[in-house]
């Protein structure tokens, strides 16, 4: 499936596709990857199906990760806004979004926030996505960004979304399925291309708002990718 996606063989891809849900179905993969796309990756979570301090070891991860490896490094005079960025950073994952509406809410200025977020993506726990252009004019799209975090367990704590709601919101569980893809793609592309990749583009159109989830590059064009849940 790599090899056929990557020289651009359609056909072949297809029907590779065609053959891994074959596997879907015969291994009920289904029902864990819905348990993957809640709970995340991280080897510890996945190691401890049952133990309730899930959630909470999350949360806690995140906030070492914050206090010992981020700010101890950079200078972030608003530690709460930090902070509370993360979480909006969240709850706008998978959506196109401007670094004004997070300083809007945050009460801070726009520069600002961008500093701030260039901490979480140097430190692996987001990803930017800007928009694919055919034709460079950078210029007017410059401020359209997708944002993506590193895990979607981390998504669902923060936000404070339990399973069987998580179950059952379709809009929000394919914005974190979107995510999930995203960090698979993206790994997908360093494996072939280098780890300095760093971001898989989208597509929309400037008038009609138009969107395709991601644009992937490869040997004889490029691939529109859409992400349905």
């Not at 070492?64 to 101890?72: A, N």
């Not at 280098?194 to 597509?203: L, M, T």
Request: with cysteine; hydrophobic share 35%; net charge negative.
């Amino acid at each position: 499936f790599r090899d056929s996606v990557f020289s651009g063989e359609i056909e072949d891809t297809f029907n590779h596709a065609l053959e891994a849900k074959k596997i879907i179905e015969k291994n009920n993969i289904q029902k864990k990857f819905n348990e993957y796309l809640y709970w995340g990756g991280f080897p510890w979570v996945i190691s401890h199906p049952k133990d309730t301090d899930r959630p909470k070891y999350l949360r806690d991860l995140l906030t070492t990760t914050i206090s010992k490896e981020i700010l101890t490094q950079v200078d972030v005079r608003e530690t709460q806004a930090f902070e509370r960025l993360m979480v909006n950073m969240c709850l706008a994952a998978g959506t196109i979004t401007k670094f004004g509406g997070f300083a809007n809410t945050l009460g801070i200025d726009e520069r600002t926030v961008s500093k701030y977020v260039d901490y979480y993506v140097e430190s692996h726990w987001a990803f930017i996505s800007s928009p694919f252009t055919f034709h460079r004019k950078v210029e007017s799209v410059k401020e359209n960004k997708k944002i993506y975090i590193i895990d979607t367990g981390i998504i669902n704590m923060l936000c404070f979304k339990d399973e069987s709601e998580f179950q059952s919101d379709k809009q929000y569980k394919g914005r974190v399925l979107e995510n999930a893809v995203h960090n698979h793609l993206l790994s997908f592309k360093q494996t072939r291309f280098g780890a300095f990749q760093s971001s898989i583009s989208f597509w929309v159109d400037d008038d009609s708002g138009r969107e395709i989830d991601f644009i992937l590059e490869v040997k004889n064009g490029n691939i529109p990718i859409e992400v349905k849940c």
